[in-house]
T-cell receptor, first 116, second 113 residues
Framework: AQTVTQSQPEMSVQEAETVTLSCTYD???????LFWYKQPPSRQMILVIR??????QNATENRFSVNFQKAAKSFSLKISDSQLGDTAMYFC?????????????FGSGTQLTVLP | DTGVSQNPRHKITKRGQNVTFRCDPI?????LYWYRQTLGQGPEFLTY????????KSRLLSDRFSAERPKGSFSTLEIQRTEQGDSAMYLC???????????FGQGTRLTVV
């Protein structure tokens, strides 16, 4: 079984500043993946970044990076140089290739607003 | 464009009616997922296909829900005798074998009145 918890329902950040979104998870799988998805208003879910649990190095994608703390089961997303287009709902998700974990399990989301 | 396509985008139906949604995955993706998302919440898993085989169904998928993926291509999700509690966004996603990340369609928003 997998659970994903996002404890920050809403956050805001000034344009060009840096913001960190928190996520904790729990899983019984040994080989799992973690993701951050972005869902802009009335638009489709877009993959932002992925992390394989067996990799110690934190993933980065341009202005987006993660802080993966495996022992603490923590997976936070850092957005640098925030842009107005980053305003969206952000979902943390986990998944694995075995058993009932093959689908993604999502957190409840964090609504991020970038202020001009 | 070769992204995941869902139709219709919006559906309003009266309680008790049947509705059917369609999802066309990315062409080379053999895995297809249906999720349900209510306002302000994350998507919840409904069911999963690998090619034409439906391999998993969530407990959320009551007997009124049925999904098919004939020939491992597009998929349909049917809800019979709709209830107001079925009002939600229904999301389809697809992925390719060996890759965990899923690509989502724009969803079908169902409103039951």
């Amino acid at each position: 079984a997998q659970t994903v918890t996002q404890s920050q329902p809403e956050m805001s950040v000034q344009e060009a500043e840096t913001v960190t979104l928190s996520c904790t998870y729990d899983t019984s799988e040994s080989n799992y993946y973690l993701f951050w998805y972005k869902q802009p208003p009335s638009r489709q879910m877009i993959l932002v970044i992925r992390q394989e649990a067996y990799k110690q190095q934190n993933a980065t994608e341009n202005r987006f990076s993660v802080n993966f703390q495996k022992a603490a089961k923590s997976f936070s997303l850092k957005i640098s140089d925030s842009q107005l287009g980053d305003t969206a709902m952000y979902f943390c998700a986990s998944g694995a290739f075995s058993g009932s974990a093959r689908q993604l399990t999502f957190g409840s989301g964090t609504q991020l607003t970038v202020l001009p | 464009d070769t992204g995941v396509s869902q139709n219709p985008r919006h559906k309003i139906t009266k309680r008790g009616q049947n509705v059917t949604f369609r999802c066309d995955p990315i062409s080379e993706h053999n895995r297809l997922y249906w999720y349900r998302q209510t306002l302000g919440q994350g998507p919840e898993f409904l069911t999963y296909f690998q090619n034409e085989a439906q391999l998993e169904k969530s407990r959320l998928l009551s007997d009124r829900f049925s999904a098919e993926r004939p020939k491992g291509s597009f998929s349909t999700l049917e809800i019979q005798r709709t209830e107001q509690g079925d009002s939600a966004m229904y999301l389809c996603a697809s992925s390719i074998g060996g890759k965990m990340e899923a690509f989502f369609g724009q969803g079908t928003r169902l409103t039951v009145v």
